[in-house]
């Protein structure tokens, strides 16, 4: 069953997709939130844009960037 309303995420969250990036990582950190979501790769840092629809589906889960790195 799917949550509902827009999932909870903020610029500066990091993310755990499903699937690995072809580097090998799982780690994501949400650099632009909107109808897309921008993402860098935390191991090669590879910027990639995704519909907000599509990163719903792919993302496993979400934490708060460490302590005193938000943006505000």
Do not use: N
């Not at 979501?37 to 496993?60: D, N, Q, T």
């Amino acid at each position: 069953m799917s949550q509902p309303g827009p999932l909870e995420i903020h610029v500066g969250d990091r993310v755990r997709m499903r699937k690995p990036h072809p580097c090998g990582s799982y780690e994501w950190e949400v650099t632009r939130i909107g109808a897309d979501i921008g993402i860098r790769c935390l191991l090669c840092g590879r910027r990639v844009m995704l519909p907000r629809s599509k990163f719903e589906k792919r993302v496993k889960t979400i934490a708060p960037p460490p302590a005193g790195e938000r943006i505000a």
